[in-house]
């Protein structure tokens, strides 16, 4: 039976991470497809496959982009990303340090501006990501290795290569 903390298996990270150290590099993908719908809501549904199961996912524009406002926003998909990504790897950091949690809450805030969205501005359409973390230990040094470790967090802080196409 594997050793399991945070509701993390241990053996299991324990394994990818002697592999990264053996191969220096684990190069992974993930693929989804969706669809907009041009007429009512949720305005865009996409299938997301996991190692087990697939989830239907939909998303709304919120009324004051035109759309339904009746799903979640991309926009709020994109939060809740990095937060669920954040919490996931601060409990493997946690765990992987032999710290047990009994409660981990992660608040998240997005901060944006619509303007550049439906107009002409030079202004970011994202002015700040804040996370605020509440755990019943001192995380410490723990939660600053997940900040650096956080493939979520590293998106949103880093220019990625994205590529745009018709296809």
């Known amino acids: 039976m594997s050793m399991r ?6 053996d299991a990270v324990k394994a990818l991470s002697e592999r990264a150290r053996r191969e220096g590099s684990i190069p992974m ?6 669809e907009f719908r041009f007429d009512g809501s949720p305005m865009f549904v996409a299938e997301m496959r996991t ?21 979640g926003t991309p926009l709020s998909y994109t939060l809740f990303g990095v937060m669920a990504c954040f919490a996931s790897t601060l ?10 949690l009994k409660e981990l809450r992660i608040s998240g805030h997005i901060y944006y501006d619509l303007a550049p969205v439906v107009g002409e501005s ?20 723990v939660l600053r290795r997940a900040e650096r470790k956080c493939p979520a967090l590293y998106a949103v802080r880093n220019p990625i290569p994205v590529e745009v196409k018709q296809v």
């Open 5 to 10: 903390i945070n509701n993390i298996d241990l």
């Open 29 to 34: 993908e993930r693929h989804i497809q969706g």
């Open 51 to 71: 190692e087990t199961t697939k989830v239907i996912v939909t998303a709304d524009e919120p009324k004051v982009l035109g759309g339904q406002g009746v799903h």
């Open 91 to 100: 409990a493997i950091e946690a765990a992987s340090s032999g710290v047990e």
């Open 122 to 141: 030079d202004n970011p359409i994202i002015k700040k990501v804040v996370l605020e973390v509440k755990a019943d230990k001192e995380l410490g040094e």
